[in-house]
Nanobody, 123 residues
């Protein structure tokens, strides 16, 4: 298994930016496709963005396209989520996810989860 630790969450105002980081350890990071999911209070954990092991394949949920950018640095065993033009509806706990093979775009595909980091966007 791979262990995942997120960081970078916080309280910001609408229109601000944040960069989330997810540091991986325990297994060969470059073997894993990585993703970000989020869970708002009272709602299910939903897909946000994902990136293949090589970085050549990237997916986003429609609501964040043009605002969020996922990237990875295999030398640092880290995946990032740059979030720009944040909106109050982006408020959620953001979870890092790892899968062997396919890009994780559903919860069922995820092999490993991080503990989550809170992002709160005030209006």
């Amino acid at each position: 298994q791979v262990q995942l630790v997120e960081s970078g969450g916080g309280l910001v105002q609408a229109g601000d930016s944040l960069r989330l980081s997810c540091a991986a350890s325990g297994r060969t990071f470059s073997n894993y496709a990585m993703g970000w999911f989020r869970q708002a209070p009272g709602k299910e954990r939903d897909f946000v963005a994902a990136i293949s092991w090589s970085g050549r394949s990237i997916r986003y949920v429609d609501s964040v396209k043009g605002r969020f950018t996922i990237s990875r640095d295999n030398a640092k065993n880290t995946v990032y989520l740059q979030m720009n033009s944040l909106k109050p509806e982006d408020t959620a706990v953001y979870y890092c996810a790892a899968t062997l093979g396919v890009i994780p775009i559903t919860r069922l595909q995820v092999d490993n989860w991080g503990q989550g980091t809170q992002v709160t966007v005030s209006s």
